[in-house]
């Protein structure tokens, strides 16, 4: 009995000792915040964690703080069987042949079963990962993979294929924003029996500039109240600027649904447009550090590689897509360099928008209606010897220069010009190409010079909001 006591005794000093992010770890289910798509009501790995049944290993793979060492620790407490845990920074072979031996003697004698995480097992090399396959396989041990790298990439296919593969996401502000004020109400192991009042704007903060890293929140949280002294009512006042202080980041007034989130996405965008690299740097790095979704800003980069730089060089489209896709490979932090490669490409790229002629062509057809196809133009693989669809076609790759002039609108509006090609960058090599071929087709049809409708910039601005 003594003994239980000083153990006793021990594990609460430890527990006092321990820091807050350990202390306020979920120790059930219902406790555990987020990942409702892998823990949520009825689904899958929450049937098998409540029913102590798991009979398959799994692979927990997620950025950091998302709940992997979490979600195994809650099956640790829910399961009968023997857990086991390894961290693969530390553990070397040696333990892997020691929790394997324990696991099959135990196994043999009290038919119990060993669960064995191994947290960061992408730190294990081929060989350690393969002295836990033959144990996996035979089901001595049901193994808890966690890791924060790609397992396709870092765990042995063989491992992969044995176990059940959950990836966890990361937190939303709403979460981490929880997870904070249940530490301040806690009594037993948060803050809920001192006398803390924390600003809702000091929280949101710190729930912010975490990017959903829970333990990163709870830690720049205990900073905070642990380095404020209280004041004359006894208070601990948790402030934005001892938030700010705590996480080792100033605010930036960005409210991503107000006027600071519109105003500088337009301000990026306009100096893109305006050539202005420093500026479209500054405007890109406001939003970043203010926590914007980056494929947000990706997404307005494409739209602007199409609508303000165009032909004047195609490989605007290609640069920032191609920075889309590595971005979706690489994530953040790495994922800023490519956005910036896209961000200076279109920059400094030579400017047109004549991708906007397209509203030239919509114009005539709201004006006038469509017109019909000519016939030379039509599928002649159907009608064409009834009707003559097809007829009188002349196919451009029959002539050296592969073109033909020949009329491609309908029969009303043959001759009308909707592209006007600019004299900038590679489009004024485009324009020369077209000026000769729009030539040779007027003389062909007859016309002595080519019309277009001109729409005003209010009537392009009306039709692109339409859109």
Known sequence: MPDDLFAHA????????????????????DEFIGQEDIVGPGKLLRRAIESDRLFSSLILWGPPGTGKTTLARIIANRTQSHFETLNAVMAGIADIRRVTADARERKRLYRQRTILLVDEIHRFNKSQQDGLLPHVEDGTIILIGATTENPFFEVNSALISRSRLFQLTQLNDIHVLALMRRALVDVERGYGGRNVVADEAALAHIAHICSGDARNALNALELGVESTPPDAEGNIH????????????????????????????????????????????????????????????????????????????????VVVAAASHAFDIIGMP???????????????????????????????????????????????????????????????????DHFAAQNYLPRQIAGMSFYAPSSVGYEAVVGERMSRWRAAQLAALGISERQGPLLTQDQVDRMKRER
């Open 10 to 29: 021990e594990a609460e000093q430890t527990n006092q000792t321990q820091p807050l992010a350990a202390r306020m770890r979920p120790r059930t289910l």
């Open 238 to 317: 948790l402030t934005m600027a001892v938030a700010q202080d705590s996480i080792q980041r100033r605010a930036v007034l960005y409210d991503k649904e107000g006027d600071a989130h519109y105003d500088t996405i337009s301000a990026f965008i306009k100096s893109v447009r305006g050539s202005d690299p420093d500026a479209a740097l500054y405007w890109l790095a406001k939003m970043l550090y203010a926590g914007e979704d980056p494929r947000f800003v990706l997404r307005r980069l494409i739209i602007l590689s199409g609508e303000d730089i165009g032909l004047a060089d195609p490989m605007g489209l």
């Open 334 to 400: 790495e994922g800023i360099f490519p956005i910036v490669e896209a961000t200076l490409f279109l920059a400094t790229a030579p400017k047109s928008n004549s991708t906007n002629h397209y509203f030239r062509a919509r114009a005539q057809i709201e004006k006038e209606g469509a017109g019909e196809v000519p016939d030379h133009l039509k599928d002649a693989s159907r009608d064409g010897e009834r009707l003559g669809h097809g007829k009188g076609y002349l196919y451009p790759h029959d002539n050296p």
